[in-house]
């Protein structure tokens, strides 16, 4: 009973992680109808970035807002410069694109860093006071960094001017419009904002993959099917379905199917999810009248 409870707390760790890559996702596909592929590849090169500095005698936690600040500056620059030009273009001109950056990012960090894994450190020490029986210092602290991010994020959508805004460009950019709402500057914001949690999320992750171009390959497809299980247009049945897919790995890959074939459960959840119940867990049905 108590590895099955150890299975499951530390498959919680790591939903909140996917959940948050998870809402990254949702929070492009609501704004433009888009999943972002790159989006792992850009949370690498952020975390790159973040391991530089912690090289270059920066302590952790400034490494780690800088570079939270320069990931939204790069999401919106992103945003402004090469998908701006295109936001009416088909759809297959989106995914292209996607694709193109995703290779662009993956490129860059191994030019600038070289593909040799790396250690990233954890701000938590093993023997600090957050290590429990069931979770690690890294686990709960991480934990709690992301909570406190998805906290400020859901504050900020609901009770801030800008937040509302942005909502209602997502929803309706027609009608935001009408309204005087700037619906490309918000869609801009946006990407920050997705790009700033990708970077977070990077950061907490790297010390338990290890640190090189490719890391965040597996983790996209686990924050992906967490984005489709809990609704690809719903941010709290994103983060809901981040948490169930990270306890499903852990318990199937311990239990069921091995370790080394865990990231199938990410694949068959996709499929499934897709084939059976398109709109996820808490997402919305569309009906269009033809």
């Given at each position: 009973m108590e590895a099955l409870l150890h299975q499951v707390f530390s498959g919680l760790a790591n939903g909140i992680i996917y959940g948050s890559v998870a809402l990254a996702l949702v929070m492009i596909y609501q704004?433009?109808?888009?999943?972002?592929f790159a989006q792992g590849e850009m949370a690498t090169f952020s975390t790159f970035i973040a391991w530089a500095l912690i090289q270059a005698g920066w302590p952790y936690w400034g490494a780690f807002f800088f570079t939270v600040a320069v990931s939204f500056l790069g999401g919106l620059l992103v945003q402004r410069i090469v998908l701006r030009p295109i936001e009416k273009a088909?759809?297959?001109t989106n995914v292209i694109v996607f694709i193109g950056l995703l290779l662009i990012f993956n490129a860059m960090s191994g030019m600038l860093f070289d593909h040799t894994i790396k250690a990233f450190d954890s701000p938590f020490p093993k023997d600090s006071a957050l290590a429990s029986k069931y979770f690690?210092?890294?686990?709960?602290?991480?934990?709690?960094?992301?909570?406190?991010?998805?906290?400020?994020?859901?504050?900020?959508?609901?009770?801030?001017?800008?937040?509302?805004?942005?909502?209602?460009a997502a929803q309706n950019p027609d009608s935001a419009k009408l309204v005087g709402i700037r619906v490309s500057w918000m869609l801009g914001l946006g990407w920050g904002l997705a790009a700033a949690i990708g970077?977070?999320?990077?950061?907490?992750?790297?010390?338990?993959?290890?640190?090189?171009?490719?890391?965040?390959?597996?983790?996209?497809?686990?924050?992906?099917?967490?984005?489709?299980?809990?609704?690809?247009?719903?941010?709290?049945g994103a983060v809901i379905g981040g948490l169930v897919v990270g306890v499903l790995?852990?318990?199937?890959?311990?239990?069921?199917?091995?370790?080394?074939?865990?990231?199938?459960v990410a694949l068959v959840l996709i499929v499934g999810t897709l084939t059976l119940r398109p709109d996820g867990l808490f997402g919305k049905k569309v009906v269009t009248r033809v």
């Open positions: 704004a433009t109808h888009h999943i972002n088909p759809v297959l690690s210092a890294h686990q709960l602290g991480s934990a709690g960094v992301l909570l406190v991010v998805l906290a400020g994020l859901f504050a900020f959508f609901k009770y801030t001017s800008v937040g509302l805004a942005m909502r209602a970077a977070v999320a990077g950061m907490m992750v790297a010390h338990v993959v290890f640190l090189d171009p490719n890391m965040m390959a597996g983790i996209l497809l686990y924050g992906f099917a967490g984005a489709l299980l809990g609704g690809i247009d719903n941010p709290i790995e852990n318990l199937l890959g311990a239990y069921v199917i091995g370790t080394e074939l865990k990231l199938t």
